[in-house]
Protein backbone atom coordinates (compact mmCIF):
# COMPACT_ATOMS: atom_id res chain seq x y z
CA UNK A 1 0.00 0.00 0.00
CA UNK A 2 1.27 3.76 -1.04
CA UNK A 3 0.56 6.41 1.77
CA UNK A 4 1.06 10.13 0.93
CA UNK A 5 1.29 12.79 3.91
CA UNK A 6 1.41 16.07 2.87
CA UNK A 7 2.68 18.87 5.34
CA UNK A 8 3.34 22.65 5.52
CA UNK A 9 0.06 24.31 5.25
CA UNK A 10 -0.91 27.20 6.79
CA UNK A 11 -2.26 31.20 7.77
CA UNK A 12 0.25 33.80 5.86
CA UNK A 13 -0.23 37.25 4.81
CA UNK A 14 -0.60 38.51 1.08
CA UNK A 15 3.51 38.44 -0.26
CA UNK A 16 4.50 36.14 2.26
CA UNK A 17 5.72 32.55 1.61
CA UNK A 18 4.79 28.75 2.25
CA UNK A 19 6.73 25.43 1.63
CA UNK A 20 4.47 22.32 0.95
CA UNK A 21 5.96 19.36 1.21
CA UNK A 22 4.28 15.68 0.12
CA UNK A 23 6.09 12.14 1.13
CA UNK A 24 4.81 9.23 -0.11
CA UNK A 25 5.66 5.72 1.79
CA UNK A 26 5.33 2.33 0.91
CA UNK A 27 6.00 -0.13 -1.52
CA UNK A 28 6.82 1.88 -4.19
CA UNK A 29 8.47 0.66 -6.95
CA UNK A 30 8.75 3.44 -9.10
CA UNK A 31 7.65 7.49 -9.49
CA UNK A 32 6.72 8.86 -12.26
CA UNK A 33 5.37 12.28 -12.61
CA UNK A 34 4.48 13.90 -9.31
CA UNK A 35 2.29 17.03 -9.04
CA UNK A 36 0.42 19.69 -6.58
CA UNK A 37 -3.14 20.65 -7.10
CA UNK A 38 -5.40 23.14 -5.70
CA UNK A 39 -9.28 23.97 -4.68
CA UNK A 40 -10.78 26.91 -3.43
CA UNK A 41 -14.51 26.97 -2.44
CA UNK A 42 -16.73 26.77 -4.69
CA UNK A 43 -14.64 26.19 -7.36
CA UNK A 44 -13.19 23.27 -9.39
CA UNK A 45 -9.51 21.35 -8.63
CA UNK A 46 -6.74 22.92 -10.72
CA UNK A 47 -3.38 22.03 -11.66
CA UNK A 48 -1.37 23.75 -9.98
CA UNK A 49 2.60 22.59 -10.59
CA UNK A 50 3.66 19.76 -11.96
CA UNK A 51 7.29 18.33 -12.10
CA UNK A 52 7.80 14.61 -14.39
CA UNK A 53 10.59 11.87 -13.86
CA UNK A 54 12.90 13.58 -15.94
CA UNK A 55 12.65 17.00 -13.80
CA UNK A 56 10.56 18.99 -16.37
CA UNK A 57 8.33 21.05 -14.87
CA UNK A 58 4.94 23.10 -15.80
CA UNK A 59 3.17 25.64 -14.07
CA UNK A 60 -0.56 27.15 -13.76
CA UNK A 61 -0.19 30.78 -15.60
CA UNK A 62 -1.65 32.23 -12.57
CA UNK A 63 1.47 30.69 -10.57
CA UNK A 64 4.34 30.90 -12.92
CA UNK A 65 7.27 33.22 -11.18
CA UNK A 66 5.72 32.91 -7.38
CA UNK A 67 6.01 28.97 -7.07
CA UNK A 68 8.66 26.29 -7.92
CA UNK A 69 8.05 22.35 -7.59
CA UNK A 70 10.78 20.22 -6.97
CA UNK A 71 11.57 16.81 -5.47
CA UNK A 72 14.00 14.51 -3.85
CA UNK A 73 14.12 11.00 -5.46
CA UNK A 74 15.73 9.44 -2.48
CA UNK A 75 12.80 10.47 -0.12
CA UNK A 76 9.89 10.34 -2.49
CA UNK A 77 9.24 13.69 -2.09
CA UNK A 78 7.73 16.63 -3.82
CA UNK A 79 8.08 20.17 -2.68
CA UNK A 80 6.07 23.09 -3.14
CA UNK A 81 7.65 26.42 -2.73
CA UNK A 82 4.97 29.57 -2.40
CA UNK A 83 6.53 32.77 -2.81
CA UNK A 84 4.64 36.36 -3.09
CA UNK A 85 1.46 35.01 -1.89
CA UNK A 86 -1.90 36.27 -2.76
CA UNK A 87 -5.68 35.92 -1.41
CA UNK A 88 -6.33 34.35 -4.65
CA UNK A 89 -4.26 31.49 -3.64
CA UNK A 90 -5.99 30.23 -0.45
CA UNK A 91 -7.14 26.60 -0.89
CA UNK A 92 -7.11 23.64 0.37
CA UNK A 93 -3.80 22.17 -2.08
CA UNK A 94 -3.45 18.27 -2.81
CA UNK A 95 -0.05 16.69 -3.96
CA UNK A 96 -0.44 13.87 -6.47
CA UNK A 97 2.12 11.23 -7.24
CA UNK A 98 1.93 8.45 -9.88
CA UNK A 99 3.47 5.62 -8.43
CA UNK A 100 4.05 1.88 -9.75
CA UNK A 101 3.94 -0.65 -6.95
CA UNK A 102 5.33 -4.79 -7.15
CA UNK A 103 2.16 -6.80 -7.00
CA UNK A 104 2.09 -10.14 -7.10
CA UNK A 105 0.45 -10.12 -10.28
CA UNK A 106 2.78 -7.79 -11.24
CA UNK A 107 3.70 -3.75 -11.45
CA UNK A 108 0.33 -1.50 -10.86
CA UNK A 109 0.37 1.80 -11.82
CA UNK A 110 -1.75 4.19 -10.30
CA UNK A 111 -2.82 8.18 -9.09
CA UNK A 112 -2.30 8.18 -5.17
CA UNK A 113 -3.88 11.70 -3.58
CA UNK A 114 -2.19 13.29 -0.54
CA UNK A 115 -5.35 14.04 2.59
CA UNK A 116 -5.14 18.14 1.33
CA UNK A 117 -3.48 21.14 3.54
CA UNK A 118 -4.84 24.28 4.16
CA UNK A 119 -3.26 27.29 2.96
CA UNK A 120 -5.26 30.62 3.54
CA UNK A 121 -3.40 34.08 2.78
CA UNK A 122 -4.97 37.50 4.65
CA UNK A 123 -4.90 40.51 2.56
Known amino acids: QVQLVESGGGLVQAGGSLRLSCAAS????????MGWYRQAPGKQRELVARITSGGSTNYADSVKGRFTISKDNAKNTVYLQMNSLKPEDTAVYYCTQRITTAQVMGEITSNYWGQGTQVTVSS
Open 26 to 33: GSIFSIDA
